[in-house]
């Protein structure tokens, strides 16, 4: 048995000798299991008969199987009392809101300087920080056709891409901690969830999956968030990285739906999957329409972070970025979360302590979520004093745009959230700049990061860019972005991810969210 135990440990983590229980228990039904198991024959025999500490083991001679009374598992707790409703409660604030009648995206002519260059590809991989991190972007499939077997070798082609960027830095597909998926078609996303799970072992990366009204052609892109464990001369592991994978179906958080974990950890930062209303016990989404899956998703993200790390809540999200299908659904998750965080910080500060620093919000218009949810969650947050947290917000102005920046660093300074926005003064403007805009965007961007920090370890991972499709051209963007950023920063240019979208708040056209990194 010693060489099966073993193994059993290096696969999975299971203590050699069984501590924890693992060999003292049998599950003979859980709602995962399609029939129950029952026990017919079994004997309890004696290893060791010591007066003091016995030692045995039970025989299980005979089993069958039976079926079970349904297969719809939400029989086990009725609706009515099911704690995993209970956080939804009575929200008065949400039932008085007015309906949102929202602004008509604008139609702007942008106009653009043209040198006569041709558009060029993103860097796949950023510089690596001083702590090991690394950003990889511009994974893509692309796919005209429609047969099965014609879009399932683009799928495995992109994938070999992205297998030789993480060869070409000293990576592999188990340092991944964190990957964003956008795919051009929900309907496509079982074909790519099928080759993508071929390539993480029992520890899957977090995943973030979200429809996106991507380029032509394009089935879906990928970008993700590498980081290697570093081993000390005493065999202590620094950076180590930690991952919650649970499967089983409970009343706690939704069990994994895919090959992604709950969340990773990595030092003191803590990287979520994203967050759809799935009701825990049954796996379903939750009924009420968009009020009751943005406060269950957030209460699933907390869940998932204090389980994490102990007393780690809401307060210690450094960057959050919410995924809605509408945009009359914008002020229902904007006012949740204001709402929940001064709920948090009241707790924190309630004895005149200095007041907790909150990440930003993101909050993007997508065509679809997954199960057909109307709200997703993603956050990062890091296991750090919030009450110490540097904040510093800026803002810019241009003929006919405004730009609007928030930054915050952990107490540490280690890790540092950055929001830009810009947006249109008047749904009338005709006219703007694209090429002065983006320069401004970039340079306000930078200053910002430069006032908060001097620390030039501090490095610029990922510039996740958020633009209302029919209203800027996702080349035009790219082109000014990348030439900017490359003048401003030279080789440690960032990650930079073009991610169409169907409309943004109020008048943004645009919003980029940055994670730096030492």
């Given at each position: 048995?010693?060489?099966?135990?073993?193994?059993l440990s290096e696969k999975y983590g299971v203590h050699i000798c069984g501590e924890g229980g693992e060999y003292e228990t049998f599950t003979l039904d859980c709602?995962?299991?399609?029939?129950?198991?029952?026990?017919?024959?079994?004997?309890?025999?004696?290893?060791?008969?010591?007066?003091?500490?016995?030692?045995?083991?039970?025989?299980?001679?005979?089993?069958?199987?039976?079926?079970?009374?349904?297969?719809?598992?939400?029989?086990?707790?009725?609706?009515?009392?099911?704690?995993?409703?209970?956080?939804?409660?009575?929200?008065?604030?949400?039932?008085?809101?007015?309906?949102?009648?929202?602004?008509?995206?604008?139609?702007?002519?942008?106009?653009?300087?043209?040198?006569?260059?041709?558009?060029?590809?993103?860097?796949?991989?950023?510089?690596?920080?001083?702590?090991?991190?690394?950003?990889?972007?511009?994974?893509?499939?692309?796919?005209?056709?429609?047969?099965?077997?014609?879009?399932?070798?683009?799928?495995?082609?992109?994938?070999?891409?992205?297998?030789?960027?993480?060869?070409?830095?000293?990576?592999?597909?188990?340092?991944?901690?964190?990957?964003?998926?956008?795919?051009?078609?929900?309907?496509?996303?079982?074909?790519?969830?099928?080759?993508?799970?071929?390539?993480?072992?029992?520890?899957?990366?977090?995943?973030?999956?979200?429809?996106?009204?991507?380029?032509?052609?394009?089935?879906?892109?990928?970008?993700?968030?590498?980081?290697?464990?570093?081993?000390?001369?005493?065999?202590?592991?620094?950076?180590?990285?930690?991952?919650?994978?649970?499967?089983?179906?409970?009343?706690?958080?939704?069990?994994?739906?895919?090959?992604?974990?709950?969340?990773?950890?990595?030092?003191?930062?803590?990287?979520?999957?994203?967050?759809?209303?799935?009701?825990?016990?049954?796996?379903?989404?939750?009924?009420?329409?968009?009020?009751?899956?943005?406060?269950?998703?957030?209460?699933?993200?907390?869940?998932?972070?204090?389980?994490?790390?102990?007393?780690?809540?809401?307060?210690?999200?450094?960057?959050?970025?919410?995924?809605?299908?509408?945009?009359?659904?914008?002020?229902?998750?904007?006012?949740?979360?204001?709402?929940?965080?001064?709920?948090?910080?009241?707790?924190?500060?309630?004895?005149?302590?200095?007041?907790?620093?909150?990440?930003?919000?993101?909050?993007?218009?997508?065509?679809?979520?997954?199960?057909?949810?109307?709200?997703?969650?993603?956050?990062?947050?890091?296991?750090?004093?919030?009450?110490?947290?540097k904040f510093i917000s800026m803002a810019g102005k241009l003929q006919g745009c405004k730009i609007d920046c928030e930054a915050v660093g952990s107490s540490s300074?280690?890790?540092?959230?950055?929001?830009?926005?810009?947006?249109?003064?008047?749904?009338?403007?005709?006219?703007?700049?694209?090429?002065?805009?983006?320069?401004?965007?970039?340079?306000?961007?930078?200053?910002?990061?430069?006032?908060?920090?001097?620390?030039?370890?501090?490095?610029?991972?990922?510039?996740?860019?958020?633009?209302?499709?029919?209203?800027?051209?996702?080349?035009?963007?790219?082109?000014?972005?990348?030439?900017?950023?490359?003048?401003?920063?030279?080789?440690?240019?960032?990650?930079?991810?073009?991610?169409?979208?169907?409309?943004?708040?109020?008048?943004?056209?645009?919003?980029?969210?940055?994670?730096?990194?030492?």
């Open positions: 048995m010693e060489p099966y135990l073993k193994e709602p995962l299991f399609k029939k129950r198991i029952v026990v017919d024959e079994s004997e309890v025999v004696i290893h060791s008969a010591d007066a003091f500490a016995p030692v045995g083991y039970l025989n299980l001679s005979r089993l069958h199987l039976e079926d079970k009374v349904t297969d719809n598992i939400s029989f086990l707790v009725p609706s009515s009392i099911c704690p995993c409703l209970s956080s939804l409660g009575t929200n008065p604030d949400f039932e008085e809101m007015e309906d949102f009648c929202g602004c008509i995206s604008p139609k702007v002519d942008w106009r653009v300087k043209d040198d006569g260059h041709h558009i060029t590809r993103p860097s796949l991989c950023t510089k690596k920080t001083i702590h090991g991190y690394q950003w990889i972007s511009g994974v893509t499939a692309s796919c005209t056709h429609m047969e099965k077997e014609v879009i399932i070798q683009e799928i495995k082609q992109a994938f070999s891409i992205l297998q030789e960027a993480l060869e070409s830095t000293e990576f592999e597909f188990k340092d991944i901690v964190l990957v964003n998926l956008y795919v051009r078609r929900m309907n496509d996303f079982e074909l790519i969830n099928s080759v993508y799970q071929t390539y993480f072992d029992v520890n899957p990366p977090a995943r973030v999956c979200v429809e996106a009204p991507l380029f032509d052609g394009i089935l879906f892109q990928a970008d993700c968030l590498v980081h290697k464990h570093e081993m000390m001369n005493n065999d202590n592991v620094r950076h180590e990285k930690q991952v919650m994978h649970v499967q089983s179906i409970s009343h706690w958080a939704p069990a994994n739906i895919g090959p992604y974990s709950q969340a990773v950890k990595v030092e003191d930062v803590i990287y979520c999957a994203g967050q759809i209303a799935l009701v825990p016990c049954t796996m379903k989404l939750v009924a009420g329409g968009i009020r009751a899956e943005a406060v269950l998703s957030l209460n699933h993200v907390e869940k998932v972070l204090n389980a994490m790390s102990e007393h780690t809540s809401l307060n210690h999200i450094m960057l959050a970025i919410c995924y809605v299908t509408n945009k009359k659904d914008i002020p229902t998750v904007q006012k949740l979360w204001c709402r929940k965080l001064k709920e948090h910080a009241t707790q924190v500060t309630e004895y005149d302590e200095p007041s907790v620093t909150h990440g930003p919000l993101v909050v993007a218009v997508v065509p679809h979520l997954p199960r057909d949810a109307s709200v997703e969650w993603h956050v990062v947050a890091m296991n750090d004093d919030p009450t110490q947290r300074m280690s890790s540092v959230a950055l929001s830009v926005s810009l947006s249109l003064t008047s749904q009338l403007m005709a006219s703007v700049a694209l090429d002065s805009m983006l320069h401004e965007l970039s340079s306000v961007m930078l200053t910002a990061v430069k006032e908060l920090s001097q620390d030039d370890n501090l490095t610029l991972l990922c510039c996740r860019t958020f633009y209302i499709k029919d209203c800027i051209s996702g080349h035009s963007l790219l082109t000014g972005l990348e030439e900017f950023l490359k003048e401003l920063l030279g080789p440690k240019s960032p990650a930079l991810i073009l991610v169409p979208v169907t409309d943004l708040p109020d008048l943004q056209i645009l919003h980029v969210a940055c994670w730096l990194s030492l």
